[in-house]
C-alpha cells in the first residue's frame, strides 16, 4: 500500500522529482566525468612511461660511444642508450620541419607501433609521429625526402609511432601549441645515417638516455657522471617540455576544474536537500493520518526516506554512467588530440563511487530529518497544515522608510522572502554560482586571448625568429648578423643552489635583443632592463621562493661546474617562463662566453625556406595561428561547461518556482478572492523570481571574475604567469543570459496560477 502511495505522490509531484533527479544526475555527472578523464590521463601516462621505460635522466653535450659506456658501469645505472637529434626538412617542402632523431637500440623510450614494423638497427626506413604522419595524410610505404645541412636522406615510412618523450612536441619554445601539420618528429637507425654520412667521425651523440635503478639514488648519479664526463647539461626527465606539459595539464586540471566540478555538485545538492525537505512538509498531513492509522514511525519514516533515497540513487548511476561515457570521453578526447599518448580512455575514481553513494545518504538523511520532526509532534496537530511562524520584524520591515513607498508588489514579495528565507537563500545561492560559472568560463576566454596578445603583440616585438645551430662558429654568427641584424639572444640551462645546497634546474634569459624581445612589469608596462650589475627574476619565481630585490642568487651553467653568485636587481613578468635574465654586458663580466642561440629580424622571410647555419625560422604569425588553435581546444571544454551551467540553472530556477508556487497556491487563492487578476498575480509571482535573478547576478559577476582571476594565479602550471582579463560584454553576455533564463521560466510557471482551484486551496486550510 505505501509503495502504491510512493507511486502515486511521485505522480502528482512529477516536476519536483524530475528536477531531484536531473540535479542529482547533473552534479555526480560533472563531478565522476571530470574524475574520470584526470584519473585517465594520469593512469594512461603510468603505464605508458612504464610499460614503454621512459628515461630518468638526459645527458646533454657532445658525445660518444665510449661517453655512452662509461655512463652503463656508474652505480646504480641500469641502462644507457645514445640518440643524435637534428632538425631537418622535407626536401620537397621546407615549410614542414622534422625533428630526426637517429638510434642504435630501443630499449629506452621504446616505441608504442601504431602502425608498421618494430625498430630493428639493421631495418631501413624511418619510424614517423603519428600525428605528424595523420595531418599530411602519410601512409605505410611512403617515401620521404628528408635534408639536413646538405644532404638528402631518401627513407621509406617504415612505421607509426608514439614515444613517451614525446608526448608534446613543439618546433621552439616560442611555440606553446604544436602544430602538427608543419612540425613532427622521426626515428631512424644510425646505420642509415652513416649510409650517407661516410666520416665515421662525424657521428655523435648530443643525447644519452639514462635508466637508472633507483630514483632516490638520480643526484648521486649526475654527480658521477659530472665527474667523469665534462661539459655536459644533465636534465631529469621531469625538466622536459614533453614531461612538465602533460604533468602540468594535469594538475591544473586538477585544481580548476576541481573548483567547477565541487561547484556543480554544491548548487545541485544544496537545492535536492531543500526541495526534499519541502516535498516532506507538504506530506505533513499524510503523515498525521498514517501515524493516527497506526503505523509505526519507522515505517512512515522509511517510506519518505525512500522518496529521496530510490530517485537519487538512480540518478547517481546514470550521473556515473553519463560522466564516464560523455563528459569523460569529451574531455579526455580533446586532450588526447593535443598530447601524443596511446589509449586514453576515462577512468571512474572510488571517489566517484563515494561521491554518489553520499548524496544518496545525504538526501536520504536529510528526509529523515524532517519526517522525524513532523513526528514529534502531537497526532492532532500533524492534521493540521502547519502554520507558518512569522516574527513581526520581518512584516514591519515593509512599513518603515523607503519600504513605506513600495509597490503592494514588492512588499509582498519582499514578505515572502523573509517568511521563506531557506528557500531565498537557496534560489540565491543556486543562480548565483550559475552566473559565477557562466563569467569564469567566458572569462578564462578573454584571458587566454588577452595573454596572447601581450605575448605576441607586445612582448614579441619582431616578425621572424631564427634559431641558430649550437656548433656554429663566430664567424658564422657575424655573417648572420650582418645578414639579419644583430638582435640576439641566448638561453642557457641553469642550476640554482639554495640554502640548504639543493639544486633546482631553471635557465638564465641572456638578452641582446634591442626592443626586439622587450620586458613587462606586473602590471603589463613596458620596462627596460638596463642594470648591467645583476640579475633580474620573474615576479612569480621571486615569490615561490621569497626572493627579494638585493637577495644574492648562487648558481651555474650546466656543464660548466663554476658557480656564480648574482645580485638581484630588478623583478620582470614573463607571462610564460619563469626564469632569470641576465644583459649580455652582465653575463660577459663574469667570463662566460656570449653565443647566441636566436636572432630576432623584421624583414621579409615570406620566401625565404632555409637559410645557413639556421634551424627553424618561426614566424610569428604562425606563433600566433597555433595559439589560436589551442583557444578552440579550450573552446570545446568551455562550451560544454557554459551548457550544464545553463541547464542546471535552469533546473533549479524551475525547482524553486514550483516550490514558491506551491507554497503561494493559498496566498494566491485569496488574492483572487480579494479580486486580484492572474494578471497582477502573475506579475507578484514573477517579480520575487526576477529580484532573486538581480541578486544573484550582482553577487555572481564579481564572484565570476574572482574565480577566474584565482584560478590562473594560483592553479594554473607553474612556469605560466598571467591573470584574469574579463571584458564587459562577458558580463553583460552573463547578466542578460541569467536574468533572461530567470524571466522565460518564471513567465512559464506563472502560466498555472489560472489552473488554482479557489475552493481547494481555501478549504484545504481549514
Request: net charge negative.
Amino acid at each position: 500500500m505505501l509503495r502504491k502511495k510512493m507511486i502515486r505522490d511521485i505522480k502528482q509531484n512529477l516536476s519536483q522529482f524530475i528536477t531531484i533527479f536531473l540535479m542529482v544526475f547533473i552534479g555526480v555527472m560533472v563531478y565522476s566525468g571530470i574524475e574520470s578523464y584526470m584519473e585517465g590521463m594520469k593512469q594512461t601516462a603510468n603505464n605508458f612511461y612504464t610499460q614503454n621505460n621512459l628515461q630518468d635522466l638526459n645527458v646533454m653535450g657532445s658525445l660518444s660511444k665510449e661517453n655512452i659506456e662509461t655512463i652503463k658501469q656508474i652505480d646504480n645505472v641500469k641502462n644507457a642508450e645514445g640518440k643524435l637529434n637534428v632538425s631537418t626538412v622535407l626536401d620537397d617542402n621546407n615549410d614542414i620541419t622534422l625533428s630526426m632523431n637517429f638510434i642504435e637500440s630501443n630499449e629506452i623510450s621504446k616505441f608504442y607501433i601504431i602502425e608498421g614494423k618494430e625498430f630493428d638497427a639493421n631495418t631501413k626506413g624511418v619510424w614517423l609521429d603519428n600525428f605528424f604522419a595523420q595531418e599530411n595524410n602519410l601512409k605505410i610505404g611512403d617515401t620521404l625526402k628528408i635534408k639536413y645541412d646538405g644532404y638528402v636522406f631518401e627513407e621509406e615510412v617504415a612505421g607509426f609511432i608514439n614515444v613517451p618523450d614525446h608526448l608534446y612536441d613543439v618546433k621552439d619554445e616560442s611555440q606553446l601549441y604544436p602544430d602538427h601539420k608543419s612540425f613532427g618528429f622521426a626515428y631512424a637507425s644510425t646505420k642509415e645515417l652513416e649510409k650517407y654520412i661516410k666520416n665515421i667521425d662525424y657521428l655523435k651523440y648530443n643525447y644519452i638516455m639514462v635508466d637508472i635503478d633507483n630514483k632516490d639514488k638520480i643526484n648521486e648519479v649526475k654527480n658521477d657522471i659530472e665527474e667523469k664526463i665534462e661539459n655536459v647539461v644533465l636534465m631529469n626527465i621531469e625538466d622536459t617540455p614533453s614531461y612538465t606539459q602533460y604533468k602540468g595539464e594535469i594538475e591544473e586540471g586538477e585544481t580548476y576544474i576541481g573548483v567547477f566540478s565541487g561547484l556543480f555538485l554544491f548548487i545541485a545538492l544544496l537545492s535536492v536537500v531543500t526541495t526534499m525537505t519541502r516535498v516532506v512538509k507538504k506530506q505533513r498531513v499524510q503523515i498525521g493520518t498514517l501515524k493516527a492509522l497506526g503505523f509505526k514511525k519507522n515505517k512512515i519514516i522509511l517510506h519518505y526516506i525512500s522518496y529521496g533515497f530510490w530517485i537519487s540513487l538512480v540518478a547517481s548511476m546514470f550521473g556515473l554512467l553519463g560522466g564516464r561515457y560523455f563528459i569523460g570521453n569529451v574531455f579526455i578526447g580533446i586532450e588526447m588530440s593535443f598530447f601524443e599518448i596511446p589509449n586514453g580512455v576515462p577512468i571512474i575514481k572510488n571517489d566517484s563511487y563515494i561521491v554518489a553513494l553520499l548524496v544518496t545518504l545525504c538526501v536520504s538523511f536529510v528526509t529523515y530529518l524532517a519526517t522525524r520532526k513532523i513526528l514529534k509532534e502531537k497526532t492532532a496537530e500533524t492534521l493540521r497544515n502547519e502554520i507558518p511562524k512569522v516574527k513581526n520584524n520581518s512584516l514591519n520591515i515593509t512599513t518603515v522608510g523607503i519600504f513605506k513607498k513600495m509597490s503592494f508588489n514588492t512588499k509582498w514579495n519582499i514578505r515572502d522572502m523573509f517568511r521563506n528565507k531557506a528557500r531565498t537563500v537557496t534560489g540565491i545561492v543556486g543562480v548565483t554560482a550559475c552566473a559565477m560559472l557562466i563569467v569564469c568560463s567566458l572569462g578564462m576566454l578573454n584571458s587566454m586571448n588577452y595573454f596572447i596578445d601581450l605575448q605576441f603583440n607586445r612582448i614579441f616585438n619582431f616578425d621572424y625568429k631564427l634559431s641558430i645551430k649550437s656548433d656554429i662558429s663566430n664567424d658564422e654568427i657575424k655573417e648572420l648578423t650582418n645578414e639579419y641584424g644583430d638582435n640576439t639572444s641566448e638561453s642557457l640551462y641553469i642550476e640554482i643552489k639554495d640554502k640548504d645546497g639543493n639544486r633546482e634546474s631553471n635557465n638564465i634569459f641572456v638578452t641582446d635583443s634591442k626592443d626586439y624581445v622587450r620586458f613587462v612589469d606586473n602590471k603589463d608596462k613596458f620596462i627596460k632592463l638596463d642594470n648591467d650589475d645583476g640579475i633580474y627574476v620573474t615576479y612569480k619565481l621571486a615569490e615561490t621562493n621569497g626572493y627579494k630585490i638585493g637577495d644574492e642568487i648562487i648558481w651555474h651553467v650546466s656543464g660548466d661546474n663554476t658557480y656564480h653568485t648574482s645580485k638581484i636587481v630588478g623583478f620582470n613578468k614573463d607571462p610564460q617562463n619563469q626564469n632569470v635574465t641576465a644583459t649580455r654586458k652582465y653575463l660577459e663580466s663574469l667570463g662566460i662566453e656570449y653565443k647566441p642561440d636566436s636572432l630576432y629580424t623584421n624583414e621579409d622571410l615570406s620566401n625565404t625556406k632555409e637559410i645557413t647555419n639556421v634551424e627553424v625560422i618561426s614566424n610569428i604569425e604562425q606563433l600566433k595561428e597555433g595559439m589560436d588553435s589551442m583557444l578552440e581546444t579550450m573552446k570545446t571544454m568551455i562550451t560544454l561547461i557554459i551548457v550544464i551551467a545553463v541547464i542546471l540553472g535552469v533546473v533549479i530556477i524551475y525547482n524553486l518556482g514550483i516550490l514558491s508556487y506551491t507554497e503561494k497556491q493559498y496566498q494566491f487563492a485569496t488574492l483572487k478572492v480579494l479580486g486580484f487578476k492572474n494578471k497582477q498575480i502573475k506579475k507578484i509571482f514573477i517579480k520575487q523570481n526576477n529580484i532573486i535573478a538581480v541578486i544573484s547576478i550582482i553577487l555572481g559577476l564579481p564572484a565570476g571574475f574572482y574565480l577566474t582571476d584565482w584560478i590562473f594565479k594560483t592553479a594554473i602550471e607553474e612556469s605560466y604567469d598571467f591573470g584574469a582579463h574579463i571584458n564587459i560584454e562577458t558580463y553583460v553576455i552573463a547578466a542578460i543570459g541569467t536574468f533572461l533564463i530567470s524571466y522565460l521560466v518564471s513567465k512559464l510557471l506563472a502560466t498555472k496560477i489560472k489552473k488554482i482551484d479557489m475552493v481547494t486551496s481555501l478549504k484545504g486550510n481549514e
